[in-house]
């Protein structure tokens, strides 16, 4: 800032003391170019902000896509144990044909009776081989299909997961015309949240939403209705300033307040823009879920904030991990 005021500071001193050579639009010009650059100058700036947030966000996937690595890493350990089992249970199997062969050994060196328990001997061991064997079946078979279900688990994993990070390119590219300061796109445990800043939607205290609130919720209803199997969660927020109210009505409290502004945006989705009332859930939070510290002004300005939480169809995904327990 005191470099710009440097800057202005010196071209006035400039055109003061050319004056006598310089007209007045020549003036005008040089003033217009300043004010040019700056701003250049500060459009930079937005866009290493932007940069930097959008760093943030890869990192934060980076971290999930870890922990799924580690998840499969440890299913691929329970799958090793149980071939180890099916390997020892080989081995058995391998232990009693020796065992057997040794009794025919003897058969041919015992008396009648001798030969006679031997062979009753022999046919328990054969009933004892023929159920391993149906358990080395079983197990074989349960093998295979645990491995099935786990690829067919990491398919899906992996379709919800760019799924997720298309609605979310999605939304950022309906929403470019607003700044970061009115709202915010992230993912976040497999959803995608739509942060809607108060002042966005809402006078100080209100809960009806303003014009320029109205246009980001058409905007946003643009790309549900266009993303079906999204479920939708509307969750109001507030700060820990108590809410005083000079009159008697509906908002005596934060967490009437946090419901009622969930409410007024759910009604202008569904009402208004038409989104399908069935997948849309409203909630008030009131300032039990923060996202900053409410110690200091701009803290509570972030926790004020209407999340539009979007949820992909995990059918699918608990539907296997149902059939493999």
Not at 76 to 98: H, P, R, V
Not at 197 to 226: N, P, T
């Amino acid at each position: 800032m005191r470099k710009n005021i440097f800057l202005f500071a010196g071209i006035a001193v400039l055109l003061s003391l050319s004056s006598c050579l310089v007209t007045k639009k020549k003036f005008d010009e040089q003033v217009a170019l300043a004010n040019k650059y700056l701003a250049e100058k500060n459009d930079c700036g937005d866009k290493l902000t932007q940069a930097n947030g959008t760093i943030d966000d890869l990192n934060h996937q980076i971290a999930g896509l870890n922990d799924q690595i580690q998840k499969l890493k440890d299913s691929n350990a329970s799958l090793q144990d149980k071939n180890q089992k099916l390997n020892d249970i080989k081995e058995q199997l391998e232990a009693t044909c020796e065992n057997v062969r040794k009794k025919l050994d003897e058969i041919s060196h015992s008396s009648a009776a001798e030969k006679n328990k031997l062979m009753q001997d022999l046919a328990q061991k054969e009933q004892e081989l023929m159920a391993k064997g149906e358990e080395l079946n079983k197990l074989s078979q349960a093998l295979k299909e645990r491995e099935a279900k786990v690829s067919e688990l990491q398919s899906l994993i992996a379709r919800k997961d760019s799924a997720v990070q298309a609605l979310k390119k999605k939304m950022l590219d309906a929403l470019t015309e607003f700044g970061s300061g009115d709202l915010t796109v992230y993912e976040k445990d497999g959803k995608v949240y739509v942060a809607l800043s108060d002042k966005l939607l809402f006078a100080s205290g209100s809960y009806s939403v303003e014009a320029r609130g109205k246009e980001a919720l058409k905007k946003i209803a643009e790309v549900l209705i266009k993303n079906p199997d999204i479920s939708i969660m509307v969750e109001g927020h507030t700060d820990n300033k108590a809410y005083i109210s000079s009159t008697t009505g509906p908002i005596n409290s934060n967490w009437d307040l946090s419901v009622m502004r969930a409410s007024s945006v759910t009604k202008i989705l569904v009402d208004v823009n038409h989104v399908e009332g069935k997948r849309i859930t409203p909630a008030g939070r009131s300032d039990f879920s923060p996202v900053e510290s409410n110690d200091t002004p701009e803290g509570r300005g972030k926790n004020r904030r209407i999340d539009i939480v979007l949820t992909p169809d995990m059918k699918e995904i608990f539907n296997i991990l149902n059939s493999a327990q």
